[in-house]
């Protein structure tokens, strides 16, 4: 009679423990996208294509665009082990930090002979410093280092950009702190206001950086940081007239994601037909010959032509190397006037090398 009472026992745990393990969901890894062609949509509205409203992000892997309206963030706040804060170098955003402290005292008479905002027709040198350092390097932002002593951290004016047809809004005055939960605490009012308001912004090691409007607090305006490669948009970038270099606003412009460790190879050829059949015969053998770079702008606006008409330069396509270690190859369709494309919804095509 024991001995059965044991056998019963023994099957009853082991029923429970199946039944347990059975409750437990497995974990499913997708494979990377073998590849896509796929139509960006930078337009959020009625707006001229050269001005494009949206930010497009896309994933290779997943075949994921991700629309985020460059008017829709403020500034970004970085999630890493340092305090950094950047402008939305989309909207062409510019600021001045000033030797004060207290917001309180700043006004509209601190903002006097202040331009915060460069000209397409004659952009100056020393107006590079009103912006975030172009090749996304981080210790080199505009906004000086969050400083674990408040004191350090000064009142800074900011012009929130109208970069690419985007409407001018009034200036903002604002001071940036370390939280006591890890995050930020940022100090905010329009420039000719006594009274400033709070936000609190926690730091997510999801993501590169948190965002904030100043009309919507916290928002989304990045995917994170796993789960984009390319950023197509208008930004501020940084050229040279002959005369030092200079910030200048450029449409169609493509950024890596240098931060998650994308990598990024050109491919020119003698014509368009040659870059055809190249990209077409382009394998995994052809990868150990070449040579990828970390670089934020690693295609910029190396893509397409505006002169003598817009369109895709097609002698061309760039290899990518996913955070993931996915490697794809890429190349536009159409963009332009000049290809039969449509400026402000690019048309790529991109397949993972095997």
């Given at each position: 009679?024991?001995?059965?009472?044991?056998i019963?026992?023994?099957?009853?745990?082991?029923?429970?423990?199946?039944?347990?393990?059975?409750?437990?969901?497995?974990?499913?890894?997708?494979?990377?996208?073998t590849?896509?062609?796929?139509?960006?949509?930078?337009?959020?509205?009625?707006?001229?294509?050269s001005?494009?409203?949206?930010?497009?992000y896309?994933?290779?892997?997943t075949?994921?665009?991700?629309?985020?309206?460059?008017?829709?963030?403020?500034?970004?706040?970085?999630?890493?082990?340092?305090?950094?804060?950047?402008l939305?170098n989309?909207?062409?955003?510019?600021?001045?930090?000033?030797?004060?402290?207290?917001?309180?005292?700043?006004?509209?008479?601190?903002?006097v002979?202040?331009?915060?905002?460069?000209?397409?027709?004659?952009?100056?040198?020393?107006?590079?410093?009103?912006?975030?350092?172009?090749?996304?390097?981080?210790?080199?932002?505009?906004?000086?280092?969050?400083s674990?002593?408040?004191?350090?951290?000064?009142?800074?004016?900011?012009?929130?950009?109208?970069?690419?047809?985007i409407?001018?809004?009034?200036?903002i005055?604002?001071?940036?702190?370390?939280?006591?939960?890890?995050?930020?605490?940022?100090?905010?009012?329009?420039?000719?206001?006594?009274?400033?308001?709070?936000?609190q912004?926690?730091?997510?090691?999801?993501?590169?950086?948190?965002?904030?409007?100043?009309e919507?607090?916290?928002?989304?305006?990045?995917?994170?940081?796993?789960k984009?490669?390319?950023?197509?948009?208008?930004?501020?970038f940084?050229?040279?007239?002959?005369?030092?270099?200079?910030?200048?606003?450029?449409?169609?412009?493509?950024?890596?994601?240098?931060?998650?460790?994308?990598?990024?190879?050109?491919?020119i050829?003698?014509?368009?037909?040659?870059?055809?059949?190249?990209?077409?015969?382009?394998?995994?053998?052809?990868?150990?010959?070449?040579?990828?770079?970390?670089?934020?702008?690693?295609?910029?606006?190396s893509?397409?032509s505006?002169?003598?008409?817009?369109?895709?330069?097609?002698?061309?396509?760039?290899?990518?190397?996913?955070?993931?270690?996915?490697?794809y190859?890429?190349?536009?369709?159409?963009?332009?006037?000049?290809?039969?494309?449509?400026?402000?919804?690019?048309?790529?095509k991109?397949?993972?090398?095997?």
């Amino acid at each position: 009679m024991l001995r059965l009472q044991k056998i019963i026992l023994a099957a009853a745990v082991a029923a429970t423990f199946t039944a347990c393990k059975k409750d437990v969901d497995p974990i499913i890894i997708l494979p990377p996208s073998t590849g896509a062609q796929v139509e960006l949509n930078g337009i959020a509205g009625s707006e001229a294509g050269s001005s494009a409203g949206n930010s497009v992000y896309l994933d290779l892997s997943t075949d994921k665009q991700t629309v985020s309206l460059r008017a829709g963030w403020d500034l970004g706040f970085y999630c890493g082990t340092d305090f950094k804060v950047i402008l939305n170098n989309t909207i062409s955003a510019a600021v001045k930090v000033l030797t004060s402290n207290d917001i309180t005292a700043v006004g509209a008479a601190d903002t006097v002979g202040l331009v915060l905002a460069t000209s397409q027709t004659n952009p100056l040198p020393e107006q590079l410093p009103w912006f975030d350092n172009v090749a996304g390097d981080l210790t080199k932002t505009a906004i000086p280092a969050v400083s674990a002593t408040d004191a350090d951290n000064k009142v800074i004016i900011l012009n929130r950009g109208t970069g690419g047809g985007i409407a001018a809004r009034p200036w903002i005055k604002l001071r940036v702190l370390r939280n006591t939960s890890g995050g930020y605490t940022l100090q905010y009012a329009g420039i000719q206001e006594v009274t400033f308001k709070t936000l609190q912004i926690p730091k997510d090691i999801l993501y590169h950086f948190k965002f904030i409007s100043f009309e919507n607090g916290v928002v989304d305006a990045q995917p994170e940081k796993e789960k984009w490669d390319l950023v197509w948009s208008y930004s501020v970038f940084e050229t040279n007239f002959g005369a030092g270099a200079v910030p200048y606003n450029f449409s169609d412009l493509i950024a890596v994601n240098y931060l998650s460790g994308v990598t990024v190879a050109t491919k020119i050829y003698a014509n368009a037909a040659t870059a055809v059949t190249a990209f077409d015969a382009f394998n995994k053998d052809s990868v150990t010959n070449t040579t990828l770079v970390n670089n934020r702008w690693a295609i910029g606006s190396s893509w397409r032509s505006t002169q003598p008409a817009t369109g895709a330069r097609l002698d061309r396509f760039y290899i990518i190397k996913d955070a993931a270690g996915n490697y794809y190859k890429l190349k536009c369709l159409d963009m332009g006037i000049a290809d039969g494309g449509t400026r402000g919804k690019p048309k790529f095509k991109y397949a993972l090398i095997k």
